[in-house]
């Protein structure tokens, strides 16, 4: 954590406090969060969908030997990983977008 110099505390300690106050900023966080991971796991449904994803071991190859290197790669297509995503992410993205998928309109809105 960086440290702030003594001459702007007394400038950005209201500006601080309103920012820690303000619940409306805190709950719209939340909400785009929300949004961001359900599209996440729509995207990711959609690319297991149509065989786009890497299926990790399950994607096959061939080796020279029980414990030599591949002669023809397993699946070169992205893994999550490579997209920066972590398998809690992509598995709590996954359940909030089939279970928001199961809602009507109205239901999505107030919950």
């Known amino acids: 954590m960086r440290t702030i110099p003594r001459a702007f505390v ?63 790669p397993r699946n070169e297509r992205l893994t999550l990983a490579e997209a920066g995503i972590s398998k809690k992410l992509s598995a709590r993205a996954q359940k909030l977008a089939a279970l928001l998928a199961c809602l009507t309109p109205a239901a999505r809105f107030l919950a």
Do not use: H, S, V
């Not at 900023?25 to 149509?50: H, P, S, V, Y």
């Open 10 to 72: 007394p400038r950005m300690a209201p500006r601080l406090a309103r920012l820690a106050k303000n619940r409306k900023l805190e709950a719209d966080a939340f909400e785009l969060r929300t949004r961001a991971e359900e599209r996440l796991g729509e995207l990711i449904a959609e690319q297991k969908a149509t065989e786009r994803l890497n299926k990790g071991a399950a994607g096959g190859g061939k080796k020279r030997g029980p414990r030599g290197a591949f002669t023809e």
